[in-house]
């Protein structure tokens, strides 16, 4: 599928807001006054800056408001209102210790998991699509959610824990790039199921369905090179998972490396959600030979 930068940021910095206020609801750590302050302005513009991102997805960017009006049968929705649902839970408990010195601690444990509850919402929008047998796997969710709350555990200053997460998220990303490589031809979709024609034989295509771009093509047809994403690979769980755990690793493992490693996995992480969706394979490539 086309990587839309606005998707990229809005499943890369959701995910790590919501992680960081689900460390911050279970009280890890526990903060207060200008110090709660800053660690909650940088959890809600992560989370609120990536779910307005993703808007500017959208055709007509008022259309997101019909977005909490399917939740009975749309991941989309549910995640809409999940979020919203966190947002103002953690919003409250915020209040709480900024301004008031005090911890209401029921109402930090709902919005933490409210906010895990979203970022799993937020990869079943993809985990679901059985047009896309790359995603259509637990390991889906599994990633996003590990990178969530790893990213999480990092800017809260959990170095152990976040480089024993990150180790952890790199040995999963590769059984899911290893196992993502076949998923697509073990599907056994072709040209000829894709365009009924397979009880004539062996199908070819004469000429392209039409003569023009379409939406299909912009959006769900796009191929990376294999030398170019084995290159992309090996830059992303370097960049998202190995050096920042290693970083973390160092008994020196200050502020300053906390913050360098934090900007690394960032870089890294922009890259593995960039792959995550070009090199999704639609099946709607197959009718159009490019698969």
């Not at 919402?121 to 990633?143: C, D, E, F, G």
């Not at 062996?202 to 771009?213: A, D, S």
């Not at 290159?231 to 960049?239: D, E, K, P, S, Y």
């Not at 992480?269 to 960039?274: I, T």
């Amino acid at each position: 599928m086309h990587p839309a930068p606005s998707v990229i940021l809005f499943s890369t910095l959701s995910g790590l807001g919501f992680g960081l206020l689900a460390w911050l609801g279970f009280g890890q750590p526990v903060v207060f006054g200008w110090t709660a302050f800053w660690f909650y302005a940088l959890a809600y513009a992560l989370a609120v800056g990536g779910l307005l991102a993703s808007t500017f997805h959208l055709g007509n960017p008022k259309n997101a408001l019909k977005a909490y009006t399917q939740w009975k049968t749309s991941w989309l929705s549910r995640e809409a209102w999940l979020s919203v649902l966190a947002l103002v839970f953690m919003g409250i408990f915020a209040i709480g210790e900024i301004f008031l010195g005090t911890r209401w601690s029921v109402l930090g444990w709902i919005g933490g998991l409210l906010s895990i509850a979203t970022v799993f919402t937020t990869s079943m929008i993809y985990a679901q699509l059985k047009t896309v047998p790359r995603w259509n796997h637990p390991t889906t969710s599994v990633l996003f959610l590990l990178y969530s709350i790893a990213g999480g555990a990092l800017l809260t200053g959990h170095g152990l824990i976040a480089a024993i997460l990150l180790l952890i998220a790199a040995a999963i990303q590769l059984l899911a790039w290893s196992a993502g490589d076949k998923r697509f031809a073990e599907r056994g979709s072709t040209i000829e199921t894709a365009t009924g024609l397979g009880f004539m034989g062996k199908v070819r295509q004469f000429e392209p369905p039409h003569t023009g771009t379409n939406y299909l093509l912009d959006e769900m047809v796009y191929v990376v090179g294999r030398k170019h994403a084995k290159t992309l690979r090996l830059f992303a769980i370097v960049l998202a998972c190995l050096a920042p755990a290693a970083l973390l690793a160092l008994p020196s493992a200050g502020l300053a490396l906390i913050g360098l490693a934090a900007v690394v996995h960032l870089i890294g992480l922009f890259a593995q959600r960039w792959l995550f969706f070009a090199e999704a394979e639609h099946v709607v490539g197959l009718y159009y030979d490019k698969r």
